[in-house]
């Protein structure tokens, strides 16, 4: 039975995250691994040291290694490969095996593990175990290990689990469509053996080898589609699930093929509404947000808007803001915590009469090109592992028989051929784009498959486990239709809506991952009053008013006896807005150093966060009014800020000295 319970939260952090196939066709990879992977010598289980006590393995397949560093500091009991084949074809299989890298965290009370925590973020294409996975697998599960292991495996092509190394398209050395090209061709045989269904039998043959009979399943993002392949095939084994944003073959599967990118288009305004109906600025100057964003997305896509402006690390840039960069680079940037979701309305208001520098701005901060887009690292994430996957896994609007160019002709008849309004307020050409159809359109690119091992085979049967299912309402990645369609194939599933929240709840702290801690530890739905305060990380724009006098005054003493008329009011909105567009910068950017809005500078200090002091130089949130001084701030809490205001807006100068929790603006 699907039951659901609706919840609210506060977003009290922000999550800074984001061996080769053994024979002789593909080009020798490790070359390009992390220097830390050549130094891990493989050796016998009974000379490992390891800081808790190791289960005893017999299985001839399992090979010890040396644990990372920060393994070894996070307290890995033991670090190892189980080899398994790298095709599982009965008939004419392509020859070799593939090292699959896993991490055991083990429990400290006396006696066997309950079970093994399985943790999966998503991608496809990342790793499980470096790159901040484990750091946070064993923060979010830590309060777990007094009676479960915590079981971290790196999917195949991932992580240090042979890692696809696909060196142009990784690095940025070509376009990006000849770097897919090449890269499937340098796959060969293999380029169909990554498909998720494979990675659930791979998982299988690591929790066997270790000895575990039960495990408790985490899958975020497109880790929803590993925990579907896993409970279709060993549900026997599963004691518990945890969804958080899942994908699985509700959208991978979906009759039309762009079913999925039609949930996610149309569901922008939405988020746009929600982050909008939220804030009393936002909501005040814009009583109806949808149909405002959709007379935006007209009104751009009949006139782009082209000029210059900074981003958010103070470069200029020449931006032209047309309706796939609003599309895929303004509404849906998760940098910042929706600074530019929030923005975007006031924005559109402010174009309408001439202004387009905010709209401009959004454009600049969001902007990016997949040609020659170096990914770094591929132990930390695999693009060639993530379309190796997923080009497997995902029905397509083409034959795979097709050569490339017809394969072109038949996505681009597919997409003409939808209804006028299937991704309103968006058009089909920028929903189907290589931005924003992301799984579908590059693999017209891919090579032809052979057969791959599917996410659900043909007579799967989704086991009735405990299952808890996560979802934030501000999520457009996997919007809440498509998650409840998840859920719904599982039986003893339970859906908790998190307001506020983005996209993989887990990365919107402590509440939402602590109520997966505890639903392993019980498999029952644990109470969700800590969800019970709705915030946003930063409150939406109702305008960016050009002078002062367009501002909406500020209400800073309820009593009355503040002794500020209207207009000196509007300069504190001015001055605050000065403040807090400077922080919001300071996180978007890199380096916390930027450029006002319309004009000055400003620099944040990270060495004691999360208390970060901003320093503003001549900043100008309104033409007419200059503002300089410091701000102190815990980030996504309160601010005291001094500040000096200039400019022939305020008729003078004066000092704005108070704490931000006191503004009403």
């Not at 909501?283 to 958010?312: C, K, M, N, T, W």
């Not at 392993?520 to 990380?537: H, Y």
């Not at 007419?624 to 410091?630: A, E, S």
Request: glycine share 10%.
């Amino acid at each position: 039975m699907l039951n659901t319970i609706r919840a609210t939260r506060f977003l009290p952090l922000l999550l800074l995250m984001y061996p080769a196939v053994s024979h002789a066709q593909l080009p020798n990879p490790h070359k390009h691994l992390n220097p830390h992977i050549s130094r891990m010598r493989q050796q016998p289980l009974q000379h490992l040291a390891v800081p808790r006590a190791a289960p005893k393995i017999a299985a001839a397949n399992v090979i010890a290694v040396v644990c990372p560093p920060d393994a070894q500091a996070l307290g890995a009991a033991m670090c190892g490969n189980v080899f398994v084949p790298l095709d599982r074809e009965k008939s004419h299989p392509v020859p070799g095996t593939i090292p699959i890298y896993f991490e055991l965290y083990t429990h400290s009370a006396p006696g066997p593990a309950e079970s093994a925590i399985l943790v999966n973020f998503g991608g496809p294409g990342g790793t499980t175990t470096g790159d901040g996975g484990r750091d946070l697998a064993t923060f979010v599960f830590g309060p777990n290990l007094d009676v479960h292991d915590l079981l971290l495996i790196d999917d195949r092509g991932r992580g240090l689990s042979g890692t696809i190394i696909c060196p142009d398209l990784q690095f940025g050395n070509t376009t990006y469509v000849q770097g897919l090209v090449e890269c499937a061709a340098q796959l060969g045989p293999t380029v169909s053996k990554y498909g998720t269904g494979d990675i659930a039998d791979d998982t299988d043959a690591v929790r066997a080898a270790l000895g575990y009979q039960l495990v408790d399943y985490y899958g975020g993002s497109y880790g929803g589609a590993d925990v579907t392949a896993y409970a279709t095939r060993f549900g026997e084994h599963l004691r518990s699930i945890v969804l958080d944003a899942p994908f699985g073959t509700p959208g991978a599967e979906a009759e039309s093929r762009f079913g999925f990118e039609q949930l996610r288009a149309m569901y922008e305004p939405r988020m746009v509404s929600l982050e909008c109906q939220r804030s009393p600025n936002c909501s005040a100057d814009h009583p109806f947000p949808e149909l405002e964003f959709d007379l935006l997305v007209q009104a751009i896509r009949a006139r782009p808007v082209e000029g210059d402006a900074y981003d958010a690390n103070g470069n200029l840039q020449h931006v032209r803001v047309d309706e796939s960069a609003l599309l895929n680079f303004i509404v849906d940037n998760p940098t910042g915590l929706f600074v530019s979701t929030g923005e975007v309305l006031a924005a559109g208001r402010s174009l309408s009469r001439g202004d387009s520098l905010p709209l401009l701005r959004l454009g600049a901060e969001g902007f990016f090109s997949l040609d020659f887009l170096n990914y770094g690292d591929p132990t930390g994430f695999s693009i060639g592992a993530q379309f190796a996957t997923a080009c497997a896994d995902v029905s397509m609007p083409f034959k795979w028989k097709a050569s490339i160019p017809e394969r072109i002709e038949q996505y681009t008849d597919v997409s003409a051929d939808l209804p006028p309004l299937y991704f309103a307020p968006f058009s089909s050409t920028a929903a189907t784009g290589e931005e924003f159809a992301f799984f579908p359109w590059p693999c017209q690119y891919w090579q032809r498959p052979s057969k791959s091992s599917p996410i659900v085979e043909p007579n799967g049967h989704y086991p009735s486990v405990p299952t808890l299912v996560l979802t934030g309402d501000m999520d457009s990645r996997v919007p809440h239709g498509e998650v409840v369609k998840v859920a719904a194939l599982f039986p003893q599933s339970t859906v908790i809506t998190a307001e506020t929240a983005g996209h993989e709840t887990i990365g919107f702290p402590d509440c939402a991952s602590n109520l997966m801690s505890e639903f392993i530890e019980t498999t029952q739905v644990p109470d969700t009053s800590c969800l019970s305060t709705t915030a946003t990380a930063w409150s939406a724009v109702g305008k960016f008013p050009l002078l002062a006098r367009y501002a909406r005054p500020a209400t800073v003493d309820p009593s009355g006896q503040n002794g500020i008329g209207p207009a000196e009011l509007k300069v504190v909105t001015v001055a605050v807005a000065a403040a807090t567009d400077a922080e919001q910068r300071g996180i978007i950017g890199c380096c916390g150093v930027g450029v006002g809005l319309r004009g000055g500078t400003f620099s944040s200090d990270f060495n004691n966060f999360p208390i970060i002091i901003t320093t503003l130089t001549d900043c100008a949130f309104a033409q007419d009014v200059i503002v300089n001084g410091t701000v102190t701030w815990v980030f996504l809490g309160s601010f005291a800020a001094d500040l000096t205001v200039s400019g022939s807006g305020t008729a003078g100068g004066t000092r704005v000295a108070g704490d931000g929790t006191g503004w009403q603006l």
